[in-house]
């Protein structure tokens, strides 16, 4: 036997929505982990080699903080999945879980994706700063020798 909802007509296609809305979390996580990849590939071409140890440091702190930044985004991923299957077990009315939690939590998972892209976007200024100050000397150093 199902539980009934208690909760105001209507509020199914809420739901719905933040359910929906949650699988589009997915998606942006797959291109946030595509991004990070392709950091980590640019740190390693232009930084592997033959640098000064300012920007080794530098190149490490954005190491440091792009695993970390993977390390919140799986957090954030475990968040998404726990919503979604609220969602959709109060959709199916197998709980009877109110709208008003599953909006505060869904928010608050929208804060945290929110926060992700914040962080990409200071460490990809950084990195891009310094790999554009790394391109730089390097074709400085080739002139002075060539």
Known sequence: MRAETTSPAGTGSN???LYLSS???LSYIDFFEDEVK???KLMLKFF???LNDDRIN???LINCSINSLDRKKNAVLSKIFCHQANL???IEELMNLSEDYLTVQHESIQQDVMAL???LDEIKAEL?????TQIKQSRWVSSMTG
């Open 58 to 60: 530098k190149i490490q």
């Open 48 to 50: 592997g080699d033959e």
């Open 117 to 119: 892209q914040t962080t």
């Open 38 to 40: 392709f950091l980590k």
């Open 88 to 90: 959709k077990a109060t």
């Open 128 to 132: 891009y700063s310094t790999t554009e």
């Open 15 to 17: 739901i719905q929505g």
């Open 23 to 25: 699988r589009n979390w």
